[in-house]
């Protein structure tokens, strides 16, 4: 198992950016992907990026283009957000897939408003 600690949310306002990152602790050289979800309250939790261990990368058609999702090492993943919209504002939870787990970390708001 692995334990994730998010950062990186806040208020910004649209056009602005932030940028999440998730660290890891714990079983990270059992880590295969890692990725970034979103959810909206009374909505289904959706998958924004993903990037496996050999770097391969995917994405919401919804983020194409103004997200990048970028890994440094095996135990910390980024979520870099440009062009922020409104509809962007949700709670984003870092996911981790290792060879026997699933783990996911504690969530970060993130709002987009003027």
């Known amino acids: 198992q692995v334990q994730l600690v998010e950062s990186g949310g806040g208020l910004v306002q649209p056009g602005g950016s932030l940028r999440l990152s998730c660290a890891a602790s714990g079983s990270i050289f059992s880590i295969n992907t890692m990725g970034w979800y979103r959810q909206v309250p009374g909505t289904a939790r959706e998958l924004v990026a993903s990037?496996?261990?050999?770097?391969?990368t995917m994405y919401a058609d919804s983020v194409k283009g103004r997200f990048t999702i970028s890994r440094e090492n095996v135990k910390t993943v980024y979520l870099q957000m440009n062009s922020l919209k409104p509809e962007d504002t949700a709670v984003y939870y870092c996911k981790v897939v290792g060879t026997t787990f699933v783990s996911w970390g504690q969530g970060t708001q993130v709002t987009v408003s003027s």
């Open positions: 990037v496996t261990r050999s770097g391969s």
